[in-house]
């Protein structure tokens, strides 16, 4: 366990499940002009920056209409919402942050998403005092899966990639983790569960399913 100086975690999907909640808001829009988001196309864009991808003008040009953009927007973002309402911190988020805190270990915070996505979301769960070192899509030229926030991140946090492990739930994620240097466990949520994963060093359903310190025992072996 001595190894490990720092834990680092993504935020979308893995502190926080905003990822279903987007994808099934979509959907449900989807679905209402008579057809479907694949899961195939969305994935692509889960964990990184999803610009390039209108899923306004793709509804469109898959469906043949002219969309009230202005409609179509309200609608989804009253479904997220809806979906959002509920959604806390998952399971063994903060066990682990706390668990991390007393074992003295270094805790940042990577995300593709902006700040004050992040940070907003961070203050309605109460932790956003509880990361050393956040670093958003503003402070980069390039988000995942370039590795560039997590070298930005453990460079921060005064420790070596290899002394630093990262807790992501998408491949995009993963791939940034593995690319700059760090063990990387992946905690997929209901929706990044479909999606086909490369290289990482440990997979748990959830963090309630395992101790911290049980994770850093394992990956130090």
Known sequence: MAAFKA????????ILDTETAEY???????????????????????????????????LAEITGVKLDREAARAFRRARYDAL?????????????????????????????????WVEGYLRQLGLESRFDCIRVRDDVAKVKPDPELYLQVVEALGVAP???????????????????GLRCVIVPNELTSRLTFGEHDLRLASMADMPLEEVLERLAS
């Open 7 to 14: 834990i680092i975690f993504d935020f979308d999907g893995l």
């Open 24 to 58: 099934r808001s979509f959907d449900d829009l989807y679905r209402q002009h008579g057809t479907e988001l694949s899961i195939d196309v969305w994935g692509k864009w889960i964990g990184t920056d999803a610009a390039p991808f209108d899923p306004y003008a793709y």
């Open 84 to 116: 959002m309402a509920e959604e806390r911190a998952r399971p063994g988020v903060e066990d682990y942050l706390r668990t991390g805190r007393k074992l003295g270990l270094k805790i940042g915070l990577v995300s593709s998403s902006s700040r004050a």
């Open 162 to 180: 290899e002394e630093a492990v990262a807790f992501e739930d998408s491949p995009n994620g993963a791939l940034a983790a593995k690319g700059a």
